[in-house]
C-alpha cells in the first residue's frame, strides 16, 4: 500500500500544533478529509472533505469530543493509535473499518502539545481491489504452478510480481519465489525488463498482447493479458510464458528441408533444360550457400592427370580465384581427402582437423567448417562439391544429404553432356571426313590449274574456312632470319598470325604446334586448347577466335618443306586418326603442286639471270647449255670483241663453234660434261693472241641437274701482271739470298773478330772498339729487318699461312725481350690458347713491338702492357707503354720505312715490316696515344680455322 496520502494535492504536514494555525483556505482545499482535536480531544475544526466522509457538517460537530461525536470509534484502532499519539508525540497511521458508515478509512494522525491533527481519506475502493486482487492471486497462483512447459507471473500497476511460477522461469535465472515482491526492473535483466515493459503495461491499459522472447538460445511465446476485477476495471497483469524452442527448431528444421527439396528439384529441373555446365555450376553454387547459410561454396574440376583440382565455379571466394585457383589432389587437402574417401567429409573445425590440413585456398579464406562430396562415381570422379564457412559450425545428415544431391544433379548433368557431346563428335568428325576427301579431291584438281603459289595457297585456305567442319585456316613459312612463323595466306579470318608470336627458337616442348611440325616435320594436333598445358600462352586467343581443336600440316615433298598448313575446329578432339591421316595426304598434295609452280619459277627465273648476267657481265661472256650440249642463251663482250653475233649461237652445239679452234672446242666441251656430271672445272683457253679463263657449272634443279653454264673472262693482262710479279719475287729472292750469304756472314765475321778483341785495348782504343761493335750489331740488326721485309713482299701474293698459336709466339718474346731489357717491366694478359692464320714472320710482328716500345720510351722504368683477345672471326694483339706517345708530325708516317732515322734507336724500319707483315696475313695494324702519355700499338688477325690455309 501507499504510505502517503494521493493526489497531487496533499500537503505534509509537521507537529499538531501549527495545524490551529493555519488559515482555513490551505485546510479547505486539500484532498484529504481533516479535523482538528484539542487536548481534550474536543472538534476544533472539520473541513468540507471531512463533512462528506462523515456525513455530518462542521457545526453539528465542533466542541464535542470526538469519542462521544462518534461512538463507535471507541471500539476502533482509532482509541488505541490516538492515545498512542498524544503520549509518545510521534504521528501514527491506520486503516480501519467504520461499519456504521460502511466504509474503510485510511487515517494519518500527527501530535502536538494542544491536540491532534487528523488526516483520512475513504480507502473503501482500494480496499475492494486489494481484496480482488488477494482473491485473484489465490486463484492464480493454482494457474501458476500447473502451467506446462512454460511461466506465469502476475503483476500489479507498479510492475511488481505478485505471483510467479510455472515449469521454467521464462524471464530471467532467478527463482519464482524470489521474483515475488519485486518488480520487473528489480528481479530481471535490465535488457530483457526494457524489451517486455511495453507489452506489461498494454496488459495493464487493458490490451492483449503476444509476442516472442529469446534468451539464452531459448525461444518462447510471450501472452500479456490484463485481469479485471469484480466491475470489469482492470486491477492487474497477467505474463503466461511458453518454451516454443524445439517447436520453433522443428518447424526451421522442416523448413530448411523444404526448402533443400526445392533448391534440388529446381536445379534438377534446371539440369534437364541442359544449359551450359558452367551456368549449371554457376547456380548449384549459388543455391548451396544460400540455403546452408555457408560464405563460400564452389565446384572443383579434376584434371585429366588427376594432380589438381580447378576451381571451375563458386561464390565468395576472392576475384580473380574462379577458373584460376587450383587445389593439389594429395591427402593433404579436404578435396584430396574425399577423393580418397569416396563419401562425403564434413568438417567442424579446420583448425583442429587432423585428417588433413587446410589447403591454401581455404586457408586463405579463413574457412573453418564446411562439407564437401565427390561429383560423379568415386572410381572415376569428375570433381568435387564443397561448401565452406568462416565460423565452426555442426552439418546434420540431412545437410550432408542435400549437398550429396546437388554433386549427383551435376554429375548427372555432366554425364549427359559427355554423351552427348560423343555423339555430336562422332556425327561432326564423319561429316568432317567427308568434307576432307571431297576437298582434297577439289583441291587436286583445283591447284594444277593455279600459276602461282599465292594463288594455291590461297585457294587451299579459302576451301577449308568454307567447310561446315573448320572455323578458319592459315599457312605460314619459317622465318630462319628472325626466329619466327610468318603467315603467307588465310581465310575465314584476319590478321591471325600478326597478333602472335611463334618462335621457332623455343626449349623443345614449350613451342606451339606450328612451330613443331616445322621443326619435327610431323602433323601436331591439339584436342583441347582448354586442356593441352603448351596452349596456355595461345588459350585467351583461342576464345576470342572460337576454337577448341587445331592441326598444324606441314606442307612438304620429297623432303622440301614449304610451309605449315593450320587448321581450326569449334568441336573439341575434332583430329581424330583417320582426319589427321587425309589432313597429312593434303599437305603432301599441296606440296607437290607447290614444288611444280616453284620448280617453273626456278627456271624461268634462272634463265632471266642467267641472261641478264650474261648481257652485263664486263670483260667476258656466259653461256647456258642444255644436257644436249645445245646453247640456251649466250652474251657478253667476249663475244663482241671476237666479232661473233652472240644470238646466232642460241640453238647450236658446242661442237658447231667454228669460228673456234678444234682444240678449244673440245676443252670447252669436256668442262661442259664435267658440268653435267656435277663438277665445276675451270680451264684456260688461248685464242686470237689473249687468254681466256673458262669456268664451267652445274645449274641444279634441287637434285637433279638440268643444265651447264659457262662463265669466261679475258685474264690476258692477269696473266701478264702475275707473270711480272713472279719475275720480281725472283729478282728478290736472289737480293735476299746475296745479303743472307755474304753481307750478313761478313758483318757476323767482323763482330767476332771486335768480340776478340774485347778487353785487349785500353782508353781511347776501348772506346773505338765499343762504339764498332754497337754499329756492326745496328748493321746485322739491319740486315735482318731487310731481309724479313723482303720476305714479306717477295711471298705477299702466294704465302702459305698456318695456324700459330699467338699465345705461344707473345710467350717466347716477351722472355727475350726481358733478358734484354732487364730494367723494364713487362706485363701480359691473355686468354686461352688463341691460333692465327700466319707464319714464322709473327715472331717478328712481336718483337719489333715490344722493342719499340722500350726503345722509344723516356721513362727510368719502361712499363710495358700486353694483352690478347679473341672474337669468332679476329685475334686482337694490344702492346702499350707508359712512354711520351708518338709526335704529332710523325702520326701520319709512323709505318713508313726508315720513319725514325739511323739516328733514332732502331733501324727505322720496325714499324713498316710489322705493317707489312700484318698486312700481308690479311690484318690491321694502328697506333694510338694515351693518356696522359704512352701509346698503343692494336694489331688484328684473322683467327685460324680448322684447316687454316690462305693465299
Not at 485546510?27 to 481533516?34: A, I, N, Q, T, Y
Not at 690484318?923 to 684447316?947: I, M, Q, W
Request: with cysteine; glycine share 8%.
Amino acid at each position: 500500500m501507499e504510505s502517503g496520502s494521493s493526489g497531487e494535492e496533499d500537503l505534509p504536514v509537521g507537529e499538531g500544533e501549527r495545524i490551529v494555525s493555519e488559515p482555513a483556505e490551505i485546510l479547505e482545499r486539500v484532498s484529504d478529509g481533516f479535523y482538528a482535536l484539542d487536548d481534550e480531544w474536543r472538534i476544533r475544526y472539520v473541513n468540507e472533505r471531512a463533512e462528506e466522509f462523515l456525513r455530518r457538517s462542521e457545526d453539528e460537530l465542533l466542541g464535542q469530543s470526538v469519542w462521544e461525536a462518534f461512538p463507535g470509534a471507541r471500539e476502533s484502532p482509532l482509541w488505541e493509535q490516538y492515545h498512542e499519539a498524544m503520549e509518545t508525540q510521534e504521528s501514527v497511521t491506520c486503516d480501519f473499518y467504520y461499519e456504521p458508515l460502511e466504509s474503510w478509512f485510511e487515517v494519518n494522525a500527527y501530535p502536538s502539545e494542544t491536540g491532534l491533527s487528523v488526516y483520512f481519506r475513504d480507502v473503501t475502493e482500494a480496499k475492494e481491489r486489494e481484496r480482488e486482487l488477494l482473491e485473484t492471486q489465490r486463484r492464480h497462483r493454482t494457474l501458476v504452478e500447473n502451467v506446462p512447459n512454460g511461466a506465469v507471473a502476475l503483476f500489479d500497476e507498479d510492475l511488481r510480481f505478485l505471483v510467479v511460477g510455472g515449469d521454467a522461469d521464462d524471464l530471467d535465472s532467478i527463482e519464482a519465489d524470489r521474483l515475488e515482491g519485486m518488480t520487473l526492473f528489480e528481479g530481471v535483466d535490465p535488457e530483457v525488463a526494457e524489451r517486455v515493459e511495453p507489452h506489461y503495461r498494454a496488459a495493464l491499459d487493458g490490451e492483449r498482447r503476444t509476442f516472442v522472447h529469446t534468451l539464452d538460445g531459448q525461444v518462447r511465446t510471450v501472452r500479456t493479458v490484463p485481469v479485471r476485477g469484480e466491475d470489469g476495471d482492470v486491477i492487474a497483469g497477467l505474463a503466461i510464458s511458453q518454451n516454443v524452442t524445439g517447436q520453433v527448431e522443428r518447424r526451421r528444421e522442416l523448413e530448411k528441408r523444404s526448402r533443400q527439396q526445392d533448391v534440388v528439384a529446381n536445379l534438377g529441373r534446371m539440369a534437364l533444360e541442359n544449359p551450359p555446365l558452367d551456368d549449371l555450376f554457376d547456380r548449384a553454387t549459388e543455391a548451396v550457400a544460400e540455403t546452408l547459410g555457408n560464405e563460400y561454396c564452389k565446384v572443383l574440376d579434376l584434371d585429366p592427370n588427376g594432380e589438381e583440382l580447378l576451381l571451375r565455379s563458386g561464390v565468395g571466394w576472392k576475384p580473380g580465384y574462379a577458373g584460376e585457383a587450383t587445389v593439389p589432389n594429395d591427402a593433404g587437402s579436404q578435396a584430396g581427402y574425399t577423393l580418397r574417401s569416396a563419401e562425403p567429409v564434413v568438417v567442424e573445425d579446420l583448425p583442429a582437423e587432423d585428417r588433413f590440413s587446410g589447403p591454401d585456398l581455404l586457408v586463405e579464406h579463413d574457412v573453418r567448417s564446411g562439407i564437401s562430396t565427390i561429383i560423379g562415381p568415386a572410381a572415376n570422379p569428375w570433381g568435387i562439391l564443397g561448401t565452406h564457412d568462416t565460423e565452426r559450425r555442426s552439418f546434420d545428415e540431412y545437410d550432408v544429404d542435400f549437398v550429396q544431391s546437388v554433386a549427383n544433379i551435376l554429375a548427372s548433368a555432366i554425364e549427359r553432356r559427355e554423351t552427348e557431346r560423343e555423339l555430336h563428335a562422332q556425327r561432326n568428325r564423319l561429316a568432317a571426313l567427308n568434307d576432307l576427301n571431297s576437298l582434297a579431291q577439289q583441291i587436286s584438281e583445283s591447284v594444277v590449274k593455279e600459276s602461282s603459289r599465292e594463288e594455291i595457297e590461297r585457294l587451299v585456305c579459302e576451301e577449308l574456312a568454307a567447310s561446315d567442319s573448320y572455323v578458319f585456316a592459315w599457312i605460314g613459312e619459317a622465318d630462319e632470319s628472325g626466329g619466327e612463323v610468318l603467315s603467307r595466306a588465310e581465310a575465314g579470318v584476319e590478321n591471325y598470325a600478326s597478333k602472335l608470336s611463334l618462335r621457332l627458337d623455343e626449349e623443345p616442348g614449350r613451342s606451339g604446334p606450328t612451330a613443331q611440325a616445322l621443326l619435327t616435320g610431323e602433323t601436331q594436333v591439339v584436342q583441347d586448347v582448354r586442356e593441352n598445358a603448351n596452349y596456355a600462352g595461345w588459350r585467351e586467343h583461342a576464345r576470342d577466335h572460337r576454337y577448341r581443336s587445331s592441326a598444324a600440316i606441314p606442307i612438304a615433298f620429297q623432303g622440301t618443306q614449304y610451309g605449315v598448313l593450320n587448321v581450326y575446329s569449334e568441336r573439341p578432339a575434332a583430329f581424330g586418326e583417320e582426319e589427321r591421316t587425309t589432313l597429312s595426304r593434303l599437305g603432301t598434295i599441296v606440296g607437290h603442286a607447290l614444288r611444280s609452280v616453284e620448280r617453273d619459277r626456278r627456271l624461268r627465273e634462272s634463265e632471266r639471270r642467267y641472261r641478264t648476267l650474261a648481257e652485263n657481265v664486263p670483260n667476258g661472256s656466259v653461256t647456258l647449255v642444255d644436257r644436249d650440249l645445245r646453247y640456251v642463251l649466250a652474251a657478253g663482250s667476249n663475244f663482241d670483241d671476237l666479232g661473233v653475233d652472240a644470238e646466232a649461237i642460241e640453238g647450236s652445239h658446242v661442237s658447231e663453234l667454228s669460228y673456234l679452234s678444234a682444240d678449244v672446242r673440245e676443252r670447252m666441251r669436256e668442262a661442259l660434261e664435267a658440268a653435267l656430271d656435277g663438277e665445276t672445272t675451270t680451264v684456260t683457253l688461248a685464242y686470237d693472241g689473249k687468254v681466256y679463263e673458262y669456268r664451267a657449272v652445274p645449274v641444279r634443279d634441287g637434285e637433279e641437274i638440268r643444265a651447264a653454264m659457262s662463265l669466261s673472262q679475258d685474264v690476258t693482262e692477269r696473266v701478264r701482271h702475275e707473270e711480272e710479279l713472279e719475275r720480281e719475287r725472283e729478282r728478290l729472292e736472289l737480293m735476299n739470298r746475296l745479303i743472307r750469304h755474304n753481307l750478313l756472314n761478313s758483318l757476323n765475321v767482323v763482330e767476332a773478330r771486335l768480340a776478340f778483341l774485347e778487353g785487349e785495348v785500353e782508353g781511347d782504343a776501348a772506346e773505338h772498339l765499343r762504339t764498332a761493335r754497337n754499329r756492326t750489331e745496328s748493321m746485322v740488326q739491319l740486315v735482318e729487318t731487310i731481309r724479313s721485309l723482303m720476305t714479306a713482299i717477295a711471298d705477299r701474293g702466294e704465302l702459305d699461312l698456318e695456324p700459330v698459336s699467338l699465345n705461344d709466339v707473345v710467350e717466347r718474346e716477351l722472355t727475350a725481350a726481358r733478358e734484354m731489357f732487364p730494367d723494364a717491366e713487362f706485363d701480359a694478359e691473355m686468354p686461352p690458347d688463341v691460333s692465327v692464320a700466319a707464319n714464322e714472320l709473327l715472331e717478328e710482328v712481336v718483337e719489333n713491338l715490344l722493342v719499340n716500345a722500350v726503345q722509344h720510351n723516356d721513362k727510368p722504368t719502361p712499363e710495358v702492357t700486353v694483352a690478347v683477345a679473341a672474337d669468332e672471326e679476329t685475334a686482337t694483339l694490344t702492346v702499350a707503354d707508359n712512354g711520351p706517345g708518338v709526335a704529332p708530325d710523325m702520326e701520319a708516317k709512323l709505318f713508313d720505312k726508315g720513319a725514325k732515322g739511323f739516328d733514332s734507336p732502331g733501324t727505322g724500319f720496325g714499324l713498316h715490316l710489322v705493317r707489312e707483315i700484318v698486312e700481308a696475313y690479311g690484318g690491321d695494324v694502328s697506333a694510338e696515344n694515351l693518356t696522359p702519355t704512352g701509346t698503343k700499338f692494336v694489331v688484328t688477325l684473322p683467327r685460324a680455322d680448322g684447316d687454316a690455309s690462305a693465299s
